[in-house]
Nanobody
Framework: VQLMESGGGGVQPGASLRLSCVAS??????????MGWFRQAPGKEREFVSA????????HYADSVKGRFTISKDSAKNTLYLQMNSLKPEDTAVYYC???????????????????WGQGTQVTVSS
């Protein structure tokens, strides 16, 4: 499985960005995977941002982004999205998408539970 993120960049506070993550080499249908977004700021651990659970696709968000970020997916394109609105300087980080076929709900927010990762895309929010 290969994941490729895009859409990062440098923006001012209050702006919006949409990240995309295209998956290829899948061994099962796209919706059989749990998929999510994590981020890592300099000197900090990788942290959960948002995710879809497998199958039914319940969505989950970190409290820090709830109400500002929206996760979505296009199964026909094997693509995961993260719409980020009202960006803040503290959102600055490298954003990674991740997928896994066997993750359980209680581990959805745990980075080490995911087998597949993209290379990351930088998001910088600064005035």
């Amino acid at each position: 499985v290969q994941l490729m993120e895009s859409g990062g960049g440098g923006v001012q506070p209050g702006a919006s960005l949409r990240l995309s993550c295209v998956a290829s080499g899948l061994t099962s249908s796209f919706n059989r995977y749990a998929m999510g977004w994590f981020r890592q700021a300099p000197g900090k651990e990788r942290e959960f941002v948002s995710a879809f659970h497998r199958g039914g696709g319940s969505t989950h968000y970190a409290d820090s982004v709830k109400g500002r970020f929206t996760i979505s997916k296009d199964s026909a394109k094997n693509t995961l999205y993260l719409q980020m609105n009202s960006l803040k300087p503290e959102d600055t980080a490298v954003y990674y998408c991740a997928m896994d076929q066997s993750i359980i709900l209680s581990s959805l927010r745990t980075a080490t539970a995911y087998d597949y990762w993209g290379q990351g895309t930088q998001v910088t929010v600064s005035s």
